[in-house]
């Protein structure tokens, strides 16, 4: 079974700061996934990370894989209001009843303050 | 498009009654279905998952169950709601995990209070 682990679980950041989210997860992945979800909201997909080394970038936020140290990185630059939210890393894999499905981490609520 | 429809939004619900939410997805054939379940303080508990008509599997024992009765439907039900069953719960949906590039999609989720 697939562990997620991410930290920090709160943070709280200036506008205009950069900061880094870390997802380690515990077995191989062969895919990595980030997601958004607004208070009271369901999840929004954010960024799909396929292979070793993926980067992607949308905005201010740019995920990355490293599938050798199993980690994914969710890098905020120069962070606005807007981007306070949660924010979710998950893999695909096989769990012990249910087959293959998401595995999620606790999440990473992220406040920007003015 | 595919789109995928969860509801009802909110429900409060008394100890001991029945629960029925309800999904679909629209725009896709034979896809893998989740349930997940979100208590207060934010993880995600996969509850439910089905890779086809009336093939579920689960992955907590609880007082719940699901049904797939249609390709593109997926129900979570119980006979007698528990105190502990309140959360947001997300019905998702993705195409077969050999499928490169597949990912999850989420319905707008259900809100359940149990008094």
């Given at each position: 079974?697939?562990?997620?682990?991410?930290?920090?679980?709160?943070?709280?950041?200036?506008?205009?700061?950069?900061?880094?989210?870390?997802?380690?997860?515990?077995?191989?992945?062969?895919?990595?996934?980030?997601?958004?979800?607004?208070?009271?909201?369901?999840?929004?997909?954010?960024?799909?990370?396929?292979s070793n080394g993926a980067v992607k970038?949308?905005?201010?936020?740019?995920?990355?894989?490293?599938?050798?140290?199993?980690?994914?990185?969710?890098?905020?630059?120069?962070?606005?209001?807007?981007?306070?939210?949660?924010?979710?890393?998950?893999?695909?894999?096989?769990?012990?009843?249910?087959?293959?499905?998401?595995?999620f981490g606790k999440g990473t609520s992220l406040l920007v303050t003015p | 498009s595919q789109t995928i429809h969860q509801w009802p939004a909110t429900l409060v619900q008394p100890v001991g009654s029945p629960l029925s939410l309800e999904c679909t997805v629209e725009g896709t054939s034979n896809p893998n279905l989740y349930w997940y379940r979100q208590a207060a303080g934010r993880g995600l508990q996969l509850l439910f998952y089905s890779v086809g008509i009336g093939q579920i599997s689960s992955e907590v024992p609880q007082n719940l169950s699901a049904s797939r009765p249609q390709d593109r439907q997926f129900i979570l039900s119980s006979k007698k709601l528990l105190l502990s069953d309140s959360g947001f719960y997300l019905c998702a949906w993705s195409t077969p995990h050999i499928v490169q590039g597949t990912e999850a999609f989420f319905g707008q989720g259900t809100r359940l209070t149990v008094v």
């Amino acid at each position: 079974e697939l562990k997620v682990e991410q930290n920090p679980l709160f943070l709280s950041m200036q506008e205009g700061k950069n900061y880094t989210i870390y997802c380690n997860y515990s077995t191989t992945s062969d895919r990595l996934y980030w997601y958004r979800q607004d208070p009271g909201k369901s999840l929004e997909s954010l960024f799909v990370l396929l292979s070793n080394g993926a980067v992607k970038q949308e905005g201010r936020l740019m995920a990355s894989l490293d599938t050798k140290a199993r980690l994914s990185t969710l890098h905020i630059t120069a962070a606005v209001h807007d981007l306070s939210a949660t924010y979710f890393c998950a893999g695909f894999a096989v769990n012990s009843n249910s087959g293959y499905a998401l595995n999620f981490g606790k999440g990473t609520s992220l406040l920007v303050t003015p | 498009s595919q789109t995928i429809h969860q509801w009802p939004a909110t429900l409060v619900q008394p100890v001991g009654s029945p629960l029925s939410l309800e999904c679909t997805v629209e725009g896709t054939s034979n896809p893998n279905l989740y349930w997940y379940r979100q208590a207060a303080g934010r993880g995600l508990q996969l509850l439910f998952y089905s890779v086809g008509i009336g093939q579920i599997s689960s992955e907590v024992p609880q007082n719940l169950s699901a049904s797939r009765p249609q390709d593109r439907q997926f129900i979570l039900s119980s006979k007698k709601l528990l105190l502990s069953d309140s959360g947001f719960y997300l019905c998702a949906w993705s195409t077969p995990h050999i499928v490169q590039g597949t990912e999850a999609f989420f319905g707008q989720g259900t809100r359940l209070t149990v008094v």
